[in-house]
């Protein structure tokens, strides 16, 4: 597998572990993010190549941090519980993307507490995985568990994730594909070790940029924990994600975290802006969630399609690696303006397919 194909990140890895050890096919992978500075495995990806191995019990070389080159040979998808931390703020939602296929269709219900960053910048927020993630999975007959014990922020990380998720015999597939119409905004902002202004600062310039369009955001709930509750994180972070409820189906996720010279307006502005943007597109998958469910469209039993508001280059990077490991099951059309529709002729794994390095034709 060459790490170095469209992005050239962490996403071709993730994708390939997955893949391997739900396939039990091996895999050799070179140039692992060489496109990135500095290249190689870093903690985070380190973490989800140790997490992969302990739940396919696989063989692996090449773990040392900064490798660009891998090879991981599974054996047996177990399942049961896993404890992993990530060492530092590396993201733990990061380490799930590349587990929650595999525990699927691993022999047991699989429960897995993560430690490390739980709101990081450039991966899915926690909240984006509970409340945009896990709901479409869920469509898809995979029905995750997913409690957020306490949030970690860059730089000390120390946050604590647990999943769970009973093994399926097949996934269902998935057809998001028509926006008529949006029903409600919802969303969560919180903060840690912060002064207890900053939720609702963000939330009402968030309400006051929605409203200039005609929409309200009753139900945000606000999370403001200090030293105290047990939800607080070692290093001060704060943040907002808002998700869009569409008719007939859907949830779109936009979110913004808080840094250091940014302001509470700021950030309720970006979030704002950002969940506008997605509306403006009218395609019920975001692009985020887009790339995040191409392998389990891989992995389903029939057709799957969704409409997206753009094709990224990280929906690239997975369809090249679902392809690898099957054969050609995707389809693209992009139309003029940005959306692309994204259709899938499922494989219909299995548990009873694994060891063979094909599923059966569509
Ligand atoms: P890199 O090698 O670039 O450091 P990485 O392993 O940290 O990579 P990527 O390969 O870039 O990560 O993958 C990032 C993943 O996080 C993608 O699945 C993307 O959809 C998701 N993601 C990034 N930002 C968000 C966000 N704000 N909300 C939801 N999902 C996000």
Known sequence: MDGAYGEGGGQILRMSLALSALTGAPVHLRNIRVKRSPPGLRAQHRT???AMT???DASVKGLELGSTELEFTPR???GGRLALDTGTAGSTTLVLQSLLPAMAFSEKRTEVQITGGT???LAPPIDYVQRVLAPSLAKMGLQVKIDLVRRGFYPRGGGVVRAALDPVETVQPIQLTRFEELTCVSGIAYSSRLPKHIVPRMVRRAREILRLADLEADDIDMEVADQGSPRCALSPGCGILLTGTIIPEGVLGADSL???GKSAERVGEEVAEGLLRLIGQKAPVDTYLGDQLIIYMALADGRSTIRVGGLTPHMESCIYVCERFFRRIFTLTTERGGPATITCEGTGFSVEER????SRPP
Request: hydrophobic fraction near 25%; charge should be positive; aromatic fraction near 0%.
């Open 119 to 121: 709101n990081n910048p």
């Open 355 to 358: 060891g063979s390095r094909r």
């Open 54 to 56: 302990r739940l396919s």
């Open 76 to 78: 047996q998808l177990k």
């Open 258 to 260: 808080g840094e250091l």
């Open 48 to 50: 989800a190549v140790e």
